[in-house]
Every structure is written in structure tokens, then in C-alpha cells.
């Protein structure tokens, strides 16, 4: 018997060659691969077009017509086959420039075909490129309307017989091949009964070939919600078994520590946000399970001081701390940062990085394993083998997207006993990828900045501006203030991006000459020492400019510096720019940020560069950023089988996916085994995706 694993060439009308192409150009080895090849679109075999109607602007469009002239022109590269399809009010030009042979026998004077495709206008007349073209009978088109799947293809696939609609073709047929029965229903009776989703097979059916739009739009809704609320049980699922399961140490009390340091060290009120956050880790660390935390604050939320108090926090409580950073640039500025707030406090804090000198690192490994030092500020270095901590209790990773999940996962093995994990990122992540990407976390939001920010003023400016650029940073250093100047990475080649920066620091140079002015460069080619003695000066106001390559992008904290300007900013991403911007604006002071751009931009660069001009708020340019890009290149989010949805989108589909959330939650938490009746389909489904599921627990 067939089954959705049966291979596909076993389907009627496959066989091996086709088989092999299938598999090879779409992915396609099984009939349930076939089956969840999904149409792009349906056409409605009544709604034939006029070719009058075709407009320089109008896009797919379907119309019906007399093969009137058939011709071979050119050769070589350039042979293409055109031919004129004349209906009652014009003519349309067809032209194939593959698979000529194929489709030439297919094609003669006189016959009536029905055509399908996108228009465009070549010479002043309307063109079609390599229709989808059928033979056109009059009669079909009266009575009911049919709906016809048309589904994507491959060039291959088409010079070879399967175009959109011979793979409709073959969907027919695994539609009679395969039982209801292969298809059972996954979702508990209630939900389908309270959302109004129509049956699994019949889903399947009617995405393929829907009677009536109204059906289409029926099944789209069912399987795209099967999509997110499976993904979502299976989030939830992990979460649970990882509270079930884990067990983690106990911060059971807030010590002097926190309490001396909260009192009278504080250097500002903490804001709404960074209080709630604080209470949620305190909760979080003192149940006795690990905690596994994903904090998400804008750029400027004041996550530091979060971080801060939580390792006080595991200070009290006679266990260690680390912090990580991605770069040393940034460790060694927490680490100065979180010193000089500690100096008056009985801890110690030690910062190791790859370029701590060895009689210092040997000192601060031993500190380490004999417990003597509580905390330590890091770069990837904290998580080497030959570094032993005595009682390891809490990890915090900052600006986490440089941070891989598996380094992050070499933490738990240095203690017996998992640490508590808190993530902390900068880059917003929109909501519904969060949700998706993120879900088995635990997961904070710090929304709130602290007071008195002013947001950062953002303008455009093409590069021949540039001179009055240039005399608007003299205007800002002559009121005391600092600017930095951003150079791009040049992806090709670190000698070319080396290169523009030494351009540009020439061209810094001879608008503010040194001795008046002093300047500082960071690049990723300095040796560490260099890089920091340039930073240090800068965060001294020792120099007034720092013209570097993006190694500054995350955290650096200089709230002096009050004017950013980023050369070639069509260069980079949003999310980029997003932090480079976040420099500036971190004092009280009236901050800049000027994009300069060449004068010519694609339309993606100067919507980036539209929305960084018109908005401070990280959330909205990632959602912004999401849009543009899609799901699968935002920064910040794992690389995430969780995010290849087939049907769902992250971006067109937010309410079903909080519908899915919400819904997921509630199951799971009333019964987190599924082992109720109402829920053994379900419980049976998820076991047979069980490579997808990675839930081993139940069984
Ligand atoms: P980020 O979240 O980007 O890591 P930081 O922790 O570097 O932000 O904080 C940015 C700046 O805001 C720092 O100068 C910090 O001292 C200051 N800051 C943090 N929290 C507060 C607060 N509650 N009130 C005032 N300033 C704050
Ligand atoms: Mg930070």
C-alpha cells in the first residue's frame, strides 16, 4: 500500500527519470513531499483577460487566444522562439528563450491556447516570458469556475515536462492514491471547534484544489494555524521538560552585598523597567531550577547595571559570577565600569582575555578555582578549558548574537551544578520571532530607557555634503563634545576595508588637524593593546574624534561623544546602524547621527536609511528590518529550523501566532505530558515528527 512515505516515484505518472528530477530540483523524494509542495496560486479558469487590458503596469495576468505567428530567431545564446497570441482586441507577443525544442512541438499555427504568466512590455508591446499554456477550450470556461493550482517550478523542471501545471497533474493523482486515513487529524476537537478550523485531509485537499476561493481560504487558515501551534507545543514542550528536569543552584537570599551596594553605591534610580527585570532573575534563581533567561533591552537601557546587581546578587549567595563579552574592547570597559563601581565593596573582580599577560592569568585561574575571586569579566577566554571555577553559579553573555549557542553550552560543564544563564542582547528581535526563535526561554523585555534621554537627531546626507558634515562636528567639538566616524567592513577583502580606513583617517585628519584636535583609531588589525590605549584615550576625552571600523559597534559607553557619523551607511543592515547609532545619545546631551551615502541607492538602502532617519526605537526598526529581510537573516535570532514555516508568516501572520501561543501555553500547561484522550493525536503526531520534535522525555 502507498503511504506518505512511499517514494515518489512510485506515484502514477512519476517514475524514475521524473522521480529523480523531483528530488533533485525540488526536494521532493516522497508523496508527502509532493503533498505539502504547495500551490502559489490558483487560477480562476473564467477570469480570461483581454489583451487590450494588458497595461505597462499590470503584472500576472491570464488570457485566451489564436496562435497566429510562430518564429525561430537568433542563435546560440540568443535564439529565442516567439509567438503571437491574437484574441478578439490585440496581440500579445510569447517568447521562450529555454527549452525552444520542447515547447515548439507543442505549439502551432491556428491553435487556441489559454496563457498564463507575467507581462511586461518590450519595443512598446506587450510581452510574456515563458508562459504556463494550455489548450484552450471554450466550453471550460462555462459553468462553475475552476480553480486551477499552479505551483512553483524550476526552469529544469519545466524544459522537461513539469511545469506548474503538469505538477498539478501529479497532485491529482496522489490525491486519489492517498487515504483519509493518511492524513489523520492532529489538533484537538475543542480547538478546532472554538476556532473554526475545518478538518486536516479536507485542508490538504483544498489548498491543493478548492472548489471555491472560500474553501481555499479555509484550508490556508487550518494548515498555517497547524503550522504555528505545533511549532509552538513543541517551544513549550522543551520549556517544561527543562523545569521538569533541571535542577540549578540556589540564590535564596539578597545579601549585604545587594543591599549595601543597592543603598548607597547606586549611581542612578533604576528605571521601571530595570526593577521588574531584577525581580524576575531574583525569582527566577531562587526556585531551584536553572534559570535560562533571555534579556532583550534596547541599546542604552541600562542592561549593565542588571547584570551588575544579578552578580551581586550570586555574590551573596557564595557563588561565582562571569560576564562575556564578544569583544576585548568591551570586556575590559565593563570590566573598568564595574570596578570602579565595586572598589568600596568586599569582591573581587578580575578580567581575563585572550591578551592577559600570563602571570596575571595564572594568578586569576587560581583565584578562580580556589573561589578566592568572585567575579569575572571576560571575553571567550572565561570559557577555555584550563579555566576551573570553585562554585560557578551564574553566566551572563552580553550582546549574545556574537556568542554561539555551543560556546554558551561549554558553560554548563564547568559546574556541577548548571549556573544560571542570563542572555542579554541589543538587538531587538520583532515580537513574533521571538516567540518563535526564542520561545523554550525564559524571556525579559527592557522597553524603557532611562529619563532624560533625548532621542537621537538622524539625518541624510550624500557624500558631496560632506564639508558641511565636517563643520557641523567642529560646532559639536568646539562645545566639548566628542564624534566618532564609522567606516565600513569591507566584506571581500580586510585589506580593502583596512584601506578605506586609512582613507578616511586622512580625510578626518585634513578637516581637523592634529595638535588641535587629537584623534583615536580602532581597527580589527590592532593588537588588543593598541585598540584599548586608542579607546582609553577617547573615553578620556585625551582625543575628541574616533574614526573606527565597526569593532565599536556594540556597547562601547562614552556618553560625552554626541555625533556619529557613518561613511557608506548604504552599506550596512538596519539592525547595524541601529547599534552603531546607540554611541550616541547616552548622556544628557543633544545627540547626531549623520548617514552618509553615496548619491546612488538601491531602493532597500535608502528604505533603510528612510527608516533610521524617521525612528529611535529599536523594536520598530527590527519589525521594519523583518519585513525587508525576512525571518531568515535577522540578526540576533538562531538559525532556527523553527523559523522555515511553509505556509505561516512571521511577518503577515502575528495574530494567529499569538492565537497559536496563547493556545499552546494553556495545553501545555494543563497537561504537560499530553498524556489526557483529548490530546493523544496530538501526542501521536508530534511522536511520529519525533527527529523534528527533539523531545525525548515522553514516550
Ligand atoms: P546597554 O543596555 O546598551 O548595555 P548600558 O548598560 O551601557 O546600556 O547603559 C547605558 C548608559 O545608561 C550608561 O551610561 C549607564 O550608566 C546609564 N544608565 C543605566 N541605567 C540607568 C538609569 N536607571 N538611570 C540613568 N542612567 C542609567
Ligand atoms: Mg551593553
Known amino acids: 500500500m502507498y503511504n506518505l512515505d512511499t517514494p515518489i516515484e512510485y506515484l502514477k505518472g512519476v517514475g524514475p527519470v521524473r522521480g529523480d528530477m523531483l528530488r533533485k530540483e525540488l526536494n521532493i523524494f516522497t508523496f508527502g513531499d509532493l503533498l505539502n509542495h504547495f500551490p502559489l496560486r490558483h487560477l480562476d479558469?473564467?477570469?480570461?483577460?483581454?489583451?487590450?487590458?494588458?497595461?505597462?503596469?499590470?503584472?500576472?495576468?491570464?488570457?485566451?487566444g489564436v496562435i497566429v505567428h510562430v518564429e525561430l530567431t537568433g542563435a546560440g545564446r540568443a535564439k529565442r522562439l516567439i509567438?503571437?497570441?491574437?484574441?478578439?482586441?490585440?496581440?500579445?507577443?510569447?517568447?521562450?528563450?529555454q527549452g525552444i525544442s520542447w515547447v515548439q512541438k507543442a505549439l502551432e499555427v491556428g491553435q487556441s491556447k489559454l496563457v498564463y504568466g507575467k507581462t511586461g512590455y518590450f519595443n512598446g508591446r506587450p510581452q510574456m516570458v515563458h508562459p504556463e499554456m494550455e489548450a484552450f477550450n471554450n466550453l471550460a470556461v462555462k459553468g462553475k469556475p475552476v480553480l486551477d493550482p499552479i505551483y512553483p517550478s524550476t526552469e529544469k523542471l519545466k524544459v522537461k515536462g513539469l511545469n506548474g501545471r503538469q505538477l498539478a497533474k501529479l497532485t491529482e493523482v496522489l490525491l486519489q492514491t492517498i487515504q483519509p486515513a493518511d492524513l489523520p487529524e492532529n489538533l484537538p476537537d475543542t480547538l478546532l471547534q472554538s476556532l473554526r478550523l475545518i478538518g486536516r485531509y479536507e485542508a490538504f485537499k483544498y489548498i491543493h484544489f478548492p472548489p471555491t476561493p472560500t474553501d481555499y481560504d479555509a484550508a490556508l487558515r487550518r494548515l498555517k494555524f497547524e503550522e504555528l501551534f505545533i511549532a509552538q507545543v513543541r517551544l513549550q514542550l522543551v520549556k517544561v521538560q527543562r523545569h521538569q528536569t533541571s535542577r540549578g543552584v540556589i540564590f535564596e537570599k539578597v545579601g549585604t552585598l545587594f543591599n549595601d551596594f543597592y543603598n548607597h553605591y547606586l549611581p542612578f534610580e533604576l528605571t521601571g523597567a530595570q526593577k521588574r527585570v531584577i525581580k524576575e532573575i531574583r525569582i527566577d534563581t531562587a526556585r531551584g531550577k536553572q534559570m535560562n533567561r533571555l534579556l532583550q533591552g534596547d541599546v542604552g537601557s541600562g542592561k549593565t547595571m542588571v547584570a551588575l546587581l544579578s552578580m551581586l546578587l550570586a555574590a551573596d549567595n557564595g557563588y561565582q559570577s562571569c560576564m562575556m563579552a564578544p569583544t576585548e574592547i568591551l570586556a575590559q570597559q565593563h570590566f573598568n565600569g564595574l570596578s570602579d563601581v565595586l572598589k568600596?565593596?568586599?569582591?573581587?573582580?578580575?578580567?581575563?582575555?585572550?591578551?592577559?599577560?600570563?602571570?596575571?592569568?595564572?594568578?586569576?585561574?587560581?583565584?578562580?578555582?580556589?573561589?578566592?575571586?568572585?567575579?569575572?569579566?571576560?571575553?571567550?577566554?572565561?570559557?577555555?578549558?584550563?579555566?576551573?571555577?570553585?562554585?560557578?553559579?551564574?553566566?551572563?553573555?552580553?550582546?549574545?548574537?556574537?556568542?554561539?549557542?555551543?560556546?554558551?553550552?561549554?558553560?554548563?560543564?564547568?559546574?556541577?551544578?548548571?549556573?544560571?544563564?542570563?542572555?542579554?542582547?541589543?538587538?531587538?528581535?520583532?515580537?513574533?520571532?521571538?516567540?518563535?526563535?526564542?520561545?523554550?526561554?525564559?524571556?525579559?523585555v527592557m522597553d524603557e530607557l532611562p529619563p532624560g534621554r533625548q532621542p537621537i537627531h538622524t539625518v541624510h546626507r550624500n557624500e558631496m555634503a560632506r564639508a558641511s558634515v565636517m563643520e557641523f562636528v567642529r560646532t559639536e567639538i568646539a562645545k566639548g563634545r566628542q564624534a566618532y566616524f564609522i567606516y565600513p567592513l569591507i566584506e571581500e577583502s580586510e585589506k580593502l576595508s583596512y584601506e578605506s580606513l586609512m582613507e578616511g583617517v586622512e580625510q578626518v585628519k585634513s578637516y581637523f588637524p592634529e595638535p588641535k584636535y587629537w584623534i583615536s583609531m580602532v581597527h580589527g588589525r590592532q593588537p588588543a593593546d593598541q585598540k584599548e590605549m586608542n579607546m582609553q584615550r577617547f573615553v578620556k576625552n585625551d582625543t575628541q574624534i574616533m574614526v573606527s571600523t565597526t569593532v565599536i559597534e556594540v556597547g562601547v559607553n562614552v556618553p560625552n561623544a554626541t555625533v556619529m557619523v557613518i561613511?557608506?551607511?548604504e552599506k550596512f543592515g538596519l539592525s547595524q546602524l541601529h547599534q552603531l547609532r546607540g554611541r550616541v545619545g547616552r548622556g544628557s546631551e543633544k545627540s547626531?547621527?549623520?548617514?552618509?551615502?553615496?548619491?546612488k541607492l538601491s531602493n532597500e538602502a535608502r528604505e533603510r536609511i528612510k527608516i533610521m532617519c524617521a525612528t529611535n526605537d529599536g523594536f520598530a526598526i527590527a519589525e521594519k528590518d523583518l519585513e525587508l529581510r525576512g525571518p531568515g537573516d535577522i540578526e540576533g535570532t538562531r538559525q532556527s529550523g523553527a523559523l522555515n514555516f511553509k505556509l505561516a508568516s512571521l511577518i503577515n501572520d502575528k495574530a494567529m501566532l499569538e492565537v497559536a501561543k496563547e493556545q499552546a501555553e494553556m495545553l501545555v500547561t494543563s497537561d504537560e505530558n499530553l498524556s489526557l484522550p483529548q490530546h493523544e493525536r496530538l501526542r501521536h503526531y508530534l511522536m511520529s515528527q519525533k527527529g523534528k520534535t527533539g523531545w525525548s522525555k515522553i514516550s
Open 344 to 444: 568600596d565593596l568586599p569582591v573581587t573582580i578580575k578580567l581575563l582575555t585572550g591578551s592577559t599577560k600570563a602571570a596575571e592569568r595564572k594568578a586569576t585561574l587560581a583565584g578562580l578555582q580556589d573561589g578566592s575571586i568572585q567575579m569575572v569579566v571576560g571575553t571567550h577566554a572565561v570559557i577555555e578549558d584550563k579555566v576551573q571555577f570553585a562554585n560557578l553559579g551564574l553566566a551572563i553573555v552580553d550582546e549574545q548574537h556574537r556568542f554561539g549557542v555551543a560556546q554558551r553550552a561549554r558553560l554548563w560543564e564547568k559546574a556541577s551544578l548548571p549556573p544560571h544563564v542570563l542572555v542579554m542582547t541589543a538587538t531587538p528581535i520583532p515580537r513574533t520571532l521571538a516567540m518563535t526563535a526564542y520561545g523554550d526561554l525564559d524571556y525579559s
Open 83 to 97: 509567438a503571437h497570441l491574437k484574441d478578439s482586441t490585440g496581440t500579445l507577443e510569447l517568447t521562450w528563450f
Open 567 to 569: 561613511e557608506s551607511s
Open 45 to 64: 479558469k473564467t477570469s480570461v483577460s483581454r489583451i487590450a487590458d494588458i497595461k505597462p503596469d499590470t503584472d500576472y495576468i491570464q488570457v485566451a
Open 592 to 599: 547626531y547621527c549623520v548617514l552618509i551615502t553615496g548619491s
